[in-house]
């Protein structure tokens, strides 16, 4: 075997082929150590499993191989045998996932649209899904100029077509050209098109007000939540009390919470204030760190902005706060900014994690370690199918980049209609150019309506007694509290129900509405909330908030 | 690092130093030379022929006009009551935008629309002669490489003590290899026979799981059939054999058939996994657990770019299923347009459809892969066994110790050195064997033979001559 192959395939099963057993075993505890103690950065190399995870014990290398099936005989005599692949013998910490957002509610809301497709009776005519923040689902219109580019990069024979206008020709042809073979069905790079992520970094320039961008510095990804979990990977390792603490928000959004589980991570929760519109608390953040470093090892803070679930902006006072004591506790900054276009209320404004941090002094501007990431799927854009995104990364350390990218060839490249898509939303038509007034057109109806729709779900929200809803400052979503009786919540627990999925359950039941309860994101101990979108149209999303209104005052009703 | 660096790093995989790749120091190369012949700097060549991907549309291979003219109408419907488009297009995007909510493809949808899921599931039954094939057993993935890494994600516990091992093939491409050891897992290499025209054998099987002893705790096989590097193209009784070993040793098979429509070998034919182990009948049929990859990456489709794939699960406990289930969603959704085109392979025009005749043309393609993979076995210094199918030639290089021990001076693999060789003085990009492992030894180069249909007459000779004057120069 070639040295270059010795290095490709595990060290450990080249050492298989190479040494004796025992010389192979002692290399396997040689390679110990331990993980994860922070050092000048929170990220170092190499913080992949197969390379940094501890060696285990030799003795238990002598003992009964686990995961193997039992051979046992069957009826007619002949040797048959287990599964390989058990809840027994699979990995334990996907057991542990779980995705709220798509949990029991979605999966009766599909039944429920089968038996009214069936022509079973119900006490309402179609099951509304405010549950997810997919905005074309909910009846938003795509922007032309991103479809009518996409289509032609799709069928070039398009580019002899005149009804397509000039400018979105010349943006599919810039487009087909940085594309392998001319085709977006090529491989891209797995950091992304050369072009597009200049184009993302002209628009992180602009978007920051001058503050520079490196295109070596982004990374295209399969959407957001890809880039996300990627990030997670790098940062996780350890063990035991030395194993990775992740610090997200409560209400969070539950890729975060599914993620960590699945990586085996410990999750850190600090909690969002409520009565002061969901701002982020420095001390709740220390709190929950100092209480975090008895049992794990923090290395990462999640910051939300505009919050999700919770449509809360930070303020920039807060945001510099959080890089101070991101600083202070040596932590790698993920800043989770998908809804940086969705901003609605009068006197917040969006302040990008990045701008903040460079505006800062050199010894944050220089070492904190930051992760941005945004999307398509979001703002005016909508966009969730071409699974587009990006990150950007800042003041990582340079092996650790190496690393990153080869998690990203695992992959092979994000979709590359989705990068196209990326390259349109970060570089929009220009004045004069034909296609402009019916894009500025377009992206304000959409924006403007949300912004209306935001309003909407606040005001009438809060006339209901028993629901309180907090400023829907930015993104997608209403968070009310909900008031649940006494006796509510007894039947709940005797269903073994949290008495938030109770009560959505029942809405759903009686009303067709399909939220998402607020114990999937996470809340203080007592409290209960649901997650409803605000994208419904404004005449449907009336309708909505009243049957609601009569849902709950109905419920209040029958439970005191 | 360049982003050209990454550009073909992403398709082989990494190494854990990226910096030491050899690979990378050829296309960084290959980048210099072509921006040198953009200036304007004079070569023996015009530009740089790159056959070293396994991407058709790269290669020169024009996308599917039907399924273009789908997406196209998809992403822009107005397109829809366009006459410029033919009349089952039309009908198809309406079709597809009716499963989509809202109409639009923007819509995102978890692992997979019931209608499109339905289409691979006719289409696994129609090739497997019947079989059925459960639609709830399917997930819908952005690329193969991504439900593998889902599936080896349930079946490695990163925890256990020993390691989870997976048998994988020597020569294979890399992005599998790094996914095992990323999670957390052990390697265990098996040799492909190379004087067998790459056979896999199942005494090598035993050798590699007996290797494994005291090590780690092998849980799974990985066989890619048709076989990537090396185009060999396993029989029924070979699929057979294998599915024994597994059942025997108590390994859960993962199947990597995305070649499964690139079979041209004389007397080749693609027998699925899922269907041999199915006409074996019990024990077998109901207890080997099998996952079988496929995407629209390869095949006649070549679309890599859109990202789409899917897994196909066999006898999986059904509480086991439940967590899949959760994993594949928890990855939001694959990407639309991809999930479109995996309904369009599986679901094609019909003969009387418009768009069958143009759709149809797909064969002439293959009977040009057929003769390239007859073609290097009669050049001196060079031997390929034939091939079966799949997308590459890889080739023998015969090379003497004396050109062996000059590219060691230079601190290169042998047939690294060649590449670049050939990369220099002929201007041909390929893969050096090492990139895939190879018995010590020997030494080869991977190609990608489809690019051959397209390139000029000349220009097929120019690639032979150097081919062939190089073992000969590097030989003497």
């Known amino acids: 075997m070639s040295a270059t192959r010795m290095q490709m395939l595990s060290s450990r099963s080249v050492r298989l082929l190479s040494r004796g057993r025992n010389e192979m075993l002692a290399g396997r505890s040689g390679a110990q150590r331990p993980g994860g103690d922070p050092r000048t950065r929170s990220l170092t190399c190499p913080p992949l499993s197969s390379s940094s995870s501890p060696g285990r014990a030799l003795s238990s290398l002598s003992a009964t191989r686990r995961g193997l099936p039992k051979e046992k005989m069957s009826e007619n005599g002949i040797m048959s045998r287990a599964k390989v692949l058990t809840i027994d013998t699979m990995n334990p910490t996907v057991k542990k996932v779980e995705y709220a957002v798509r949990g029991p509610i979605v999966q009766r809301a599909v039944e429920l649209e089968r038996e009214l497709s069936e022509g079973m009776k119900k006490p309402f005519a179609e099951v509304i899904r405010a549950n997810i923040g997919d905005a074309h689902a909910m009846g938003q219109q795509p922007i032309t ?88 990977k790098l940062l996780v390792c350890g063990e035991g009390t030395t194993r990775t603490g992740v610090m997200i928000p409560i209400p969070q959004y539950p890729l975060y919470s599914a993620a960590l589980a699945e990586l ?10 409520e009565e002061k519109c969901w701002s982020l608390d420095i001390t709740e953040l220390q709190r929950a760190v100092n209480e975090a470093r008895q049992h794990c090892n923090p290395r990462a803070l999640c910051i939300i902005n505009p919050g999700n679930p919770t449509g809360q902006v930070q303020s920039r006072q807060c945001i510099e706060d959080v890089i101070r004591f991101a600083a202070k506790e040596r932590l790698f900054l993920m800043a989770d900014e998908v809804y940086q276009d969705n901003v609605y209320a009068e006197g917040c404004q969006f302040h990008s994690f990045k701008k903040v941090l460079f505006e800062m002094e050199p010894e944050y501007a220089e070492t904190v370690e930051l992760a941005s990431f945004h999307s398509t799927s979001k703002c005016y854009m909508g966009e969730c199918g071409f699974r587009g995104g990006y990150m950007e990364i800042i003041n990582m350390d340079d092996e650790v980049k190496d690393q990153l990218t080869k998690l990203l060839s695992v992959r092979l490249c994000p979709p590359v209609p989705g990068q196209a898509l990326m ?120 309708i909505l908030l009243n049957k609601v209104k009569e849902f709950h005052q109905r419920f209040i009703q029958q439970y005191s | ?149 889902n599936i080896l994600h349930v079946l490695v516990n990163s925890e256990a003590s020993p390691k989870t091992g997976v048998l994988i093939p020597v020569p294979c491409h890399i992005t599998t290899a790094v996914s095992i050891t990323g999670l957390g897992a052990v390697t265990v290499p098996y040799y492909l026979s190379e004087e067998q025209a790459w056979a896999l054998q199942v005494e090598e099987l ?118 899949i289930q959760t994993l594949f969603s928890k990855d939001s959704s694959s990407p639309v347009l991809g999930q479109i085109a995996l309904d369009l392979m599986t679901d094609p025009p019909k003969p009387g459809d418009p768009s069958y005749p143009l759709y149809n043309q797909v064969g002439t393609l293959e009977l040009y892969l057929l003769r390239t993979s007859q073609h290097y076995v009669n050049l001196p210094g060079l031997s390929c066994p034939p091939i079966g199918g799949g997308f590459y030639a890889f080739v023998r290089l015969h090379l003497t110790p004396k050109s062996i021990q000059k590219s060691k001076e230079l601190g290169l693999q042998p047939d690294t050195f060649y590449c670049m060789k050939l990369l220099e003085e002929g201007g041909v990009l390929t893969t050096p064997g090492c990139e895939y492992g190879q018995k010590e030894g020997t030494y080869h180069i991977r190609y990608n033979t489809q690019i051959e249909y397209y390139l000029s007459k000349e220009e097929k000779l120019k690639i032979d001559y150097y081919m062939q004057m190089l073992t000969l120069v590097l030989g003497s």
């Open chain 1, 423 to 542: 390259d349109l939303v970060v570089n929009p038509p220009q004045p004069g150019e034909p296609s402009y007034d019916t894009f500025i057109k377009e992206r304000t109806a959409t924006l403007s309506a949300l912004a209306e729709k935001a309003k909407l779900t606040e005001q009438v929200l809060n006339t209901v007694q028993g629901i309180s809803c907090n400023p829907v400052q930015g993104a997608m979503y209403s968070f009310p509290r909900i008031t649940i009786p006494e006796k509510a919540i007894k039947e709940a627990t005797e269903k073994g129900q949290q008495p938030d999925m109770f009560y959505c359950m029942k809405m759903l039941e009686e009303t067709g509405i399909c939220l998402v309860p607020g114990s999937g994101f996470g809340q203080k101990d007592g409290t209960y909330h649901f997650r409803m979108t605000i994208l419904p149209p404004t005449d449907k999303l009336k």
């Open chain 2, 206 to 323: 035993q050798r590699a799981l007996e290797s494994a002893k005291g090590v780690c705790n092998p849980v799974a096989l990985y066989v890619i059939n048709p076989g990537n590097p090396t185009g060999y193209v396993q029989s029924r009784k070979s699929v057979q054999e294998v599915i024994r070993f597994a059942s025997e040793k108590g390994l859960f098979l993962l199947v990597d058939e995305v070649y499964q429509d690139s079979v041209y070998g004389e007397n080749s034919e693609f027998v699925s996994y899922k269907r041999a182990l199915s006409e074996m009948g019990p024990p077998f049929s109901g207890t080997v657990e099998l996952a079988s990859f496929h995407s629209v990456s390869k095949g006649f489709l070549g679309e890599c770019g859109l990202r789409s794939g899917y897994v196909e699960l066999v006898n999986l406990d059904p509480a086991v299923m439940n967590y």
């Open chain 1, 264 to 273: 085996g991570a410990v999750q850190i929760n600090y909690f969002l204030n």
């Open chain 1, 145 to 232: 100029f991103f479809r009518q580019v996409l289509a032609l990069c799709s069928y070039p024979e398009l580019l002899s077509d005149s009804t397509f206008p000039e400018d979105t020709k010349s943006r599919a042809c810039r487009i087909l050209q940085s594309c392998g073979g001319n085709s977006m069905g090529s491989y891209s790079a797995s950091q992304g098109i050369d072009s597009v992520r200049q184009d993302v970094a002209s628009y992180i320039v602009r978007r920051d007000g001058g503050v520079p961008c490196d295109p070596n510095n982004i990374y295209l990804t399969t959407g957001a939540s890809d880039g996300i979990m990627t990030m997670l």
């Open chain 2, 1 to 149: 690092f360049g982003s050209n660096h990454c550009q073909y790093v992403q398709e082989r995989g990494t190494t854990m130093s990226m910096k030491q790749l050899e690979y990378g120091a050829l296309a960084s190369r290959a980048n210099q030379i072509k921006e040198e012949l953009r200036k304007g700097v004079r070569r023996h060549y015009k530009e740089v022929i790159d056959v070293s991907w396994g991407d058709s549309h790269r290669a020169g291979v024009k996308p599917l006009t039907f399924v273009r003219q789908v997406l196209a109408a998809c992403v822009y419907p107005p397109l829809i009551n366009s006459n410029n488009l033919p009349l089952d297009v039309r009908q198809r995007a309406q079709k597809q935008l009716g499963t989509c909510a809202g109409g639009s493809v923007g819509k995102g949808y978890a692992s997979g629309v019931s209608e499109i899921i339905h289409s691979i599931s006719e289409f696994i039954k129609r090739r497997d002669g019947g079989i059925p094939s459960q639609p709830e057993n399917i997930y819908i993935s952005a690329g193969s490489q991504w439900s593998i890494g």
